[in-house]
């Protein structure tokens, strides 16, 4: 060993030990932090109606500070948080005071918004190992078992191990089994034959390339690839729609995207065009009459909660090999989230923490102003507007929102529109109805401002709040209420609550 090799294996030596000793320091730091705040608690609880503090209890409670209460439900169970604790699990069922009720189920767990500390408290119950392909429920060894249970949708046994499913039937078995807590999908992977050999992903540009090159991104193209139908759950501005996009480069032959509005048949066309994707159709969930004779290599649903609709669920009956549903709020009030990913395929989800984390999304500054009056919400609304942002106003109610327009003198979209997406690029602060609630993506968008809105609607509040997360800057999310209309619809709040998002709450004289 030479002189040097020595020399430098004693400095690293030196380092490690230093190291040590900093590690050291840190973990008495911390554990004098948790002393300290221990008994600040006990000290606070002095004076207080608890005169009995249990300070065994109250390490446990530190250790686990939650409480799990099964609800009627299979497979499903309430999570009490106190609110000074900072945990959320993707369904915030209601709220008090003091504590956090979320709702923990089968769709939280596919998901992934479950953390793994917590994952294993949750005892789901072993499902039966049932897969629907090709007009067939394979069952296995369980064949029997399967036919009792799902005889309404069955037809006849074959063989040993499979059942024929009733025509017109198979989406609602799905449904059934997902309902159950089982995934039925079995992979159909997409064949070579349909990937197109000239794609070069090197030749997207910069913003496209940081989206298709991130881990999660990379993740959901290994899952379409083996099993050719999924169903996209992120994050508004995780990269939903680019993803779309670049599938239907990526897939050749004839494409379909349906959407819930002109607006956003208006941007997909955009992103198509800037790919340079000319085979694929882009339509809204009101035009089946243009694709329901035609067939499809892959058709995307965009705002794919909206496909389990009375109206819009024949969109599923399409004739297409492949198939994606995007949305970054997989839920419905009308109970038919099984529906979602039953009409879609296998989800594939991401914690909004995670992307928090990785700084793909920033936490807006989110502020409720509660009035008396709507005249005081237009009074609110002008004092805002004497700070100049880029900004969308959402008002529900059409004549609303022409008053609106009219006092400070600016654009107004709504159903009746034209070249809406465009309007709402240009102008500086525009008044939208729910034409523009969802899938809109304006980079430049500094501030989101609600001043009327769907009753209580969660998805609605969830969809204008996702709005601001496509802007580049760390922008604000406003909410103008009355008194009246905060105790009627304060569970739309909720959508923002869950995320682990605060509200700064201001009553206005």
């Not at 008495?28 to 004076?47: D, F, R, T």
Request: glycine residues 6%; neutral net charge; contains cysteine.
């Amino acid at each position: 060993m030479t002189q040097d090799t020595i020399k430098e294996f004693e400095e690293t030596k030196l380092l490690l030990t230093e190291a040590d000793k900093k590690f050291d320091d840190l973990i008495s730091h911390l554990s004098k932090i948790k002393e300290e705040y221990k008994n600040k608690m006990v000290m606070a609880s002095e004076g207080t109606r608890f005169s009995q503090f249990n300070q065994e209890d109250f390490k446990n409670f530190l250790n686990e500070p939650y409480a799990i209460i099964p609800t009627s439900k299979m497979d499903e169970w309430f999570v009490v948080v106190p609110k000074f604790v900072k945990m959320n699990l993707g369904w915030l069922d209601h709220s008090t005071e003091s504590f956090n009720v979320f709702r923990v189920n089968k769709f939280i767990n596919w998901l992934g918004e479950i953390p793994d500390d917590l994952n294993n408290k949750f005892k789901f119950k072993e499902k039966l190992p049932l897969t629907v392909f090709d007009g067939m429920l394979l069952a296995g060894k369980h064949q029997e078992e399967a036919w009792n249970r799902y005889n309404k949708f069955l037809t006849k046994r074959e063989g040993k191990d499979k059942i024929k499913i009733k025509k017109g039937r198979e989406f609602y078995l799905i449904a059934e089994l997902l309902n159950d807590g089982i995934l039925p999908f079995i992979p159909q992977s997409v064949e070579n034959s349909d990937l197109d050999d000239s794609f070069d992903h090197m030749a997207l540009t910069d913003w496209q390339q940081d989206i298709w090159n991130r881990d999660y991104v990379q993740k959901a193209l290994e899952k379409f690839i083996e099993y050719g139908a999924i169903g996209v759950y992120w994050a508004f501005s995780a990269g939903k729609s680019v993803f779309g996009s670049i599938m239907c480069k990526y897939i050749k032959g004839r494409k379909l995207v349906v959407v819930p509005t002109i607006m956003l048949v208006e941007q997909w066309q955009e992103r198509l065009a800037e790919l340079g994707v000319t085979d694929t159709e882009v339509i809204t969930y009101n035009s089946f009459g243009k694709a329901q004779n035609k067939e499809y290599v892959l058709t995307i649903y965009d705002e794919c909660h909206r496909l389990p609709a009375n109206t819009y669920s024949r969109f599923s009956t399409i004739k297409t090999k492949y198939r994606i549903g995007l949305s970054a709020t997989p839920y419905r009030e009308d109970g038919r989230t099984d529906f979602i990913f039953a009409l879609t395929g296998y989800p594939v989800g991401l914690d909004w923490n995670d992307l928090i984390k990785l700084g793909i999304i920033e936490k807006p500054d989110i502020r409720l102003f509660i009035v008396q009056t709507r005249t005081d919400k237009i009074n609110k609304l002008r004092e805002l507007l004497q700070i100049v942002k880029k900004t969308i106003i959402f008002c529900d109610e059409i004549d609303f929102g022409k008053r609106i327009s009219s006092l400070f003198e600016i654009p107004h979209v709504y159903g009746q529109s034209t070249k809406r997406l465009e309007v709402m690029k240009e102008a500086e602060t525009c008044v939208v109805s729910r034409v523009g609630d969802e899938g809109v993506s304006l980079p430049e968008l500094e501030r989101v401002i609600e001043i009327d809105f769907l009753f209580g609607s969660r998805r609605q509040e969830g969809q204008r709040l996702g709005r601001i997360f496509h802007g580049k800057e760390k922008g604000e999310h406003i909410i103008l209420m009355t008194e009246e209309e905060f105790v009627n619809y304060e569970k739309r709040l909720y959508a923002i609550y869950e995320k682990g998002f605060k509200i700064e709450v201001v009553r206005v004289k």
